[in-house]
């Protein structure tokens, strides 16, 4: 990558890997999880996660290039972790507790790089990049801030 533009795409490509790959593992922590709300907030994220991939698509169209991913090992360690703790824990309400916890450093990730993405269109002169961007960060942290109130409301306390 010789410059800010090339950076911005790889980048591009890692965040569109990375949501692909958690659409993959929504279903999974959702049919798993055992508190109604935390099952309803992942099967919710589920669906907003396609429509981030469409505006990833609608991005990636802007800048004239193939809509395509390129493995992010960030990502496969964070969905990893999150197997572990399906294939671990010993009762359901640690079992929420854990997928809680899994479910949060991926949201973290996800902010951190969109953050990212929208320095880097905004330097790079993208506003409609950007505009897109910025909407699907909003959403990471409503997400983000829903689990932060599940699991202070009801799973860690019942994992306890």
């Given amino acids: 990558m010789k410059d800010l533009n090339e950076l911005f795409v790889h980048l591009l490509k890692d965040v569109y890997y990375a949501e692909r790959q958690i659409l993959k593992a929504l279903p999974k922590m959702a049919r798993t999880a055992a508190t109604p709300e935390l099952k309803k907030a992942f099967e919710n994220h589920r669906t907003e996660t396609e429509g981030q991939v469409e505006r990833l698509q ?16 960030a990502i496969e360690g964070l969905v990893e972790e999150a197997k572990e703790v399906m294939d671990e824990a010993e009762t359901p309400e640690v079992m929420d507790a854990g ?38 960060l909003a959403e990471e ?20």
């Avoid at 609608?58 to 090992?73: H, L, N, S, T, Y």
């Avoid at 953050?115 to 909407?135: C, F, H, Y």
């Fill in 58 to 73: 609608q991005v990636f169209e802007m800048i004239d290039k193939p809509a395509r991913g390129i493995k992010c090992e």
């Fill in 99 to 136: 997928l809680l916890a899994s479910a949060q450093a991926v949201e973290h990730y996800e902010m951190a790089r969109y953050g990212t993405l929208i320095a880097w269109a905004s330097q790079l002169n993208m506003p409609k990049a950007v505009r897109l961007l910025e909407q699907t």
């Fill in 141 to 160: 942290k409503k997400a983000d801030e829903l689990l932060t109130n599940i699991a202070m409301q009801s799973v860690n306390k019942k994992a306890a």
